[in-house]
Structures are given as C-alpha cells and as structure tokens.
C-alpha cells in the first residue's frame, strides 16, 4: 500500500521559473509533512515542513501548500535555480519522536541555465 | 555542525555473506533509524530503535536483519545472509523533536552491492 503518492516523477524548469511537486496521503493519522531534498550521492536532508493546523508554510523560495481536506500537499520553489537540481521527497509521518518517515516515490528536477 | 556517520561508503559483498554497517548518529539524539533506497526508487523504512529496543519495523525487516549499538555510539544494521535482492543505498538516520518540528538527520549512506 503506498501510504504518500508524489508526481511528477521527472521536472524541468528554466531558471527563475516555478517548480511545483505535489504529494497526496492517505493514512489521517499522519500530522507532519516534511520535504526532503537529496544531492546525487548523498542523504536526504530536510528542507522544510508543515503541520496540518496551517495551511502554509513558506521558507526563503520554498513554500508548502496543504490542503487537509483532500489530504494533499506541495511544494513550490520559487525563481528556481540550477543549484535547485536535485531529487525532491515528500514524506508524511506523526510528529511525535520514533515514527517513521513515509516517503513518496521522489522528483527528479532539473533546472536549466 | 554535527552529523550523521556512516561506514563503509561501499561495500560489495556475495551473496549469503553477512555484512554489518555501522553508523555514528549524532551524540544526545535518542532515536536512530534505518533507511534504505534501492537504486531509482524511494527511500524506504526499516527498523527504528530508542533505548536500545527495536520501536517499529516495517515488512522488509525480517529474521534475516537485525540492529544493535553495542558501544553507546554507534548503531550497526546486520544482514545475516545476503540476498542479490538487498543491494540498496543502507541510510541511517538519529532524530530531534522540538516543538512542532520532528528533524531526521541522515548519514551519507552505505551502498551495498550483492553478487
């Protein structure tokens, strides 16, 4: 059973455009929704995250959008750059310490010079 | 900053071999978790563990996987009896809850090749 279902698999974007990533969950226990961001070679590392008691959330270019009804979620990175380039996860877990991170299935983005 | 440690970088292995891989969470953390990512794929759950017990595992943990921090420091996932089927990226991670922000910090990955 896929608990977080993310799309697109695969983005390109020019420069200075917006990158949007959406994620969809079905488990409403979940009430932390992280986004992870992944280098080639490297871990994942956290780079923003959402509670359902806010319908949005925004960092520097980053922002999260949530959408507690229809138990959907995303991500948008503004005036994206090519350092942007990397692998995106959602993931969906409880808040509380010891609960795993669900992950979705990842977006590749590209962002192009 | 601190950060999550983990070693070998690579490791090949037979199949039916055992291997062990080692991880170095970062120190006052109390829940460390193992990850892994077959090549293209998501970033799939294993085990957690706090106070040296296993807390959850998922379906992939089975008889053939096990965990321990033997030293206080570092936290080791074996796989008894390899199978090509467990060559992956191996992430472990140690986590912080604060307020309304629960970080899971991960290691570089140990990826794991089975022949």
């Known amino acids: 059973q896929q608990q977080v279902k993310q799309s697109p698999q695969s983005l390109i974007v020019q420069k200075g455009g917006i990158s949007i990533i959406n994620c969809a969950y079905e488990?409403?226990?979940?009430?932390?929704f992280p986004w992870y961001q992944q280098f080639p070679g490297k871990g994942p590392a956290l780079l923003i995250a959402?509670?359902?008691?806010?319908s949005e959330k925004k960092e520097g270019r980053f922002t999260i959008s949530f959408n507690k009804s229809a138990k959907q979620f995303s991500l948008h990175i503004m005036d994206s750059q090519p350092g942007d380039s990397a692998t995106y996860f959602c993931?969906?877990?409880?808040?509380?310490?010891?609960?795993?991170?669900?992950f979705g299935k990842g977006t590749s983005l590209l962002v192009t010079p | 900053e601190p950060e999550v440690t983990q070693t070998p970088s690579h490791q090949v292995t037979q199949m039916g071999q055992e291997v062990i891989l080692r991880c170095v969470p970062i120190?006052?953390?109390?829940?460390f978790y193992w990850y892994r990512q077959i090549l293209g794929q998501k970033v799939e759950f294993l085990v957690s563990?706090?106070?040296?017990?296993?807390?959850?595992k998922s379906e992939i943990f089975d008889d053939q996987f096990s965990v321990e921090r033997p030293d206080g420091s570092n936290f080791t996932l074996k796989i008894r009896s390899t199978k090509l089927e467990d060559s992956a990226m191996y992430f472990c991670?140690?986590?912080?809850?604060?307020?309304?922000?629960?970080?899971?910090?991960f290691g570089p990955g140990t990826r794991l090749l089975v022949l």
């Open positions: 563990f706090y106070n040296n017990e296993i807390s959850e």
């Open positions: 120190s006052n953390h109390l829940y």
């Open positions: 993931a969906a877990s409880i808040l509380n310490s010891g609960y795993a991170l669900n």
């Open positions: 488990n409403t226990a979940f009430d932390y």
């Open positions: 991670a140690s986590e912080v809850t604060s307020g309304k922000r629960k970080t899971q910090y």
């Open positions: 959402i509670r359902p008691d806010v």
